[in-house]
């Protein structure tokens, strides 16, 4: 199983293979401040989610007891415990006001970016091979690249989950002038083959992961609606029939489990909105499509500050898509 942000912080065998660009492998600023978006995107995505799923369980539950006593237990039903769903609905209710207060979503979403704009900064690094000719120079140009892309990611994310509206790849991504002096050839040589193996081949395993995943995901959801749409509706017919046929005594239960399909369904809508199945299975298919072409212009000689350039700006395309399709993501209907 492929380590997580390998791409980023390549091991000792790599290092010692590619040990004329080091200044590459390792550029501690940038380092350092994706380890800190990392973090706090990891953990206001888990708080989100958890956060989101508990209140639709406990709302749709006190939904549930809510139908069932009206229907099946009326005044049989003890205070205590139509005291405890109604706990459990106010529960749910107050999580949904927290994420909305706290800005949980637009905490997790922000850093999410800052993380892929910041994988990015390193690997546009790579282009600065070009024109290195020694080892000093590379660690020279890639310290003051690094300083000015910190120092204009600081800016864009002043303006919060606001930046996904105004972000173009093709803004942040330009293509270099061409380097005064040729670089040396071993460091070029280095550099192409760790950013076809960290960058375009780590991304395009990463996009056939997540195509995978997502598909199989995408199959059991479909399959669960199915399943509730078809008993939702035998249950309404059979529902009717208690109507018109006298000697069915089973009409109270048969309307309470109708009616708990119904609210299964909305259960299932809400949080199929808090995730992105679909749009990032079509993400995904076109990422790699797009991957192919930079490996193809790499194979008919492009030097690497051509499909640096090229495959930066397909990764943040890819990113832009992201900002799309998070705009849809939430636990209410």
């Known amino acids: 199983m492929e380590n997580p942000n390998r791409d980023l912080f390549p091991g000792s065998e790599l290092r010692a293979r590619f040990k004329s660009i080091g200044p590459l492998l390792t550029n501690e600023p940038v380092d350092a401040a994706f380890l800190d978006h ?30 069932a006593e009206a229907l099946l237990f009326r005044t049989l039903s003890p205070p205590i415990v139509s005291l405890a769903m109604a706990g459990a609905a106010l529960l749910g209710i ?3 006001v927290f994420m ?37 120079e590379l660690a ?16 864009e994310l002043n303006v919060g989950i606001a930046i996904f509206e105004n972000f173009v790849p093709e803004r942040i991504v330009t293509d ?26 780590y991304q395009d395993r990463f996009a056939m992961r997540e195509l995978h995943r997502l598909r199989g995901n995408r199959r059991f959801f479909h399959s669960a609606a199915d399943f509730i749409y078809f008993a939702g509706a035998c249950l309404v017919l059979l529902s009717l029939m208690t109507k018109v046929i006298p000697d069915m005594r089973i009409g109270e239960w048969v309307d309470f489990l109708a009616i708990s399909a119904f609210v299964a369904s909305l259960s299932k809508l809400v949080l199929d909105n808090a995730s992105l199945t679909d749009p990032s ?23 690497i500050d051509r499909f640096v350039p ?9 990113l832009e898509q992201f900002c799309d399709a998070s705009k849809s993501i939430n636990y209410r209907l």
Not at 140 to 155: D, G, N, Y
Not at 282 to 289: C, K, L, P, Q, T
Not at 310 to 318: H, N, P, S, V, Y
Request: aromatic letters at 8%; glycine letters at 4%.
């Open 176 to 201: 270099r002038e061409p380097p005064e002096f040729q670089g040396d050839p071993a460091i070029i040589r280095e550099a192409t083959t760790a950013f076809r193996e960290l960058r375009i081949q």
């Open 94 to 96: 107050l999580s949904q």
């Open 310 to 318: 090229l495959m930066e700006r397909i990764a943040l395309g890819e």
């Open 100 to 136: 909305l207060a706290a800005k949980v979503r637009s905490k997790w979403l922000v850093n999410r970016f800052a993380c892929e704009r910041l994988r990015s900064v390193k690997f546009q690094a790579y282009a600065l091979a070009a024109g290195a000719r020694t080892e000093a």
């Open 38 to 67: 990392e973090a706090k995107s990891v953990a206001a995505k888990r708080l989100y989610h958890r956060l989101g799923l508990v209140s639709v369980i406990l709302i749709s539950a006190s939904a549930v007891y809510t139908i």
């Open 281 to 303: 299975s079509a993400r995904f298919a076109r990422y790699r499509e797009d991957i192919a072409r930079v490996v193809d212009s790499i194979d008919q000689g492009a030097g």
């Open 140 to 155: 020279a140009a890639v310290s003051a690249f690094s300083r000015i892309e910190l120092s204009r990611l600081e800016s």
